[in-house]
């Protein structure tokens, strides 16, 4: 990659059928639909693998939110991308399972709107993540009960895209 490469998205219908290419950041100062994955990952004991996005993310630093995300390149399936990120994001990979897609838009605070058909994946994994400080400042595992209080209590301190992620999750259990 070049110094002047700019992360592109795959623009979709509400299908999820590709319509386009965009700049990611273009893309989301549009409000533009675009193509994204979620992954969740679980321990044995069923509790969740979160993490604390680092500050300098172009938005939403410094938020609790599910175990990594990202957007999939023009060329990669969303499994492909996955993969990918969990290893970028907190340096170990699982085996993934798709398990439903959502759309969701949120404005937010920085004039950015995130409009995504986001697909979600759940994987299990025992043992320590290595998360890279470039994209994680903290981690945690945490039951879906606790997690669901706290949401409660400080809506604040998590992603908009987990909070409905989740809710999803938890109301289909």
């Known amino acids: 990659m070049t110094k002047d490469y700019k992360p592109q998205v795959v623009l979709v219908n509400k299908g999820n059928r590709k319509i386009g290419i ?9 409000g533009k639909l675009h193509r994204a994955f979620s992954v969740f990952v679980f321990n044995p004991k069923g509790e969740l693998l979160i993490q604390q996005r680092a500050k300098t993310k172009y938005h939403s630093g410094g938020l609790w939110s599910n175990t990594a995300c990202s957007h999939p ?6 499994n492909q991308a996955a993969h990918k990120a969990l290893i970028k994001e ?28 986001d697909c979600v994946f759940f994987g299990e994994f025992d043992g320590e993540p290595k ?7 903290g981690y945690k595992w945490v039951s879906l009960r606790e997690l669901r209080r706290d949401i409660t209590k400080k809506p604040k301190k ?8 989740l809710e999803k999750i938890i109301t289909n259990q």
């Open 90 to 117: 907190m340096g170990f990979d699982c085996k993934l399972k798709k398990a439903f897609n959502f759309i969701y838009r949120v404005d937010l605070q920085n004039g950015l709107t995130e409009y995504e058909y």
């Open 158 to 165: 998590y992603s908009a895209w987990f909070k409905i992620a």
């Open 131 to 137: 998360p890279s400080h470039k994209e994680v400042m």
């Open 22 to 30: 965009e700049e990611k950041l273009k893309a989301h100062k549009k």
């Open 73 to 78: 390149q023009p060329r990669e399936t969303c």
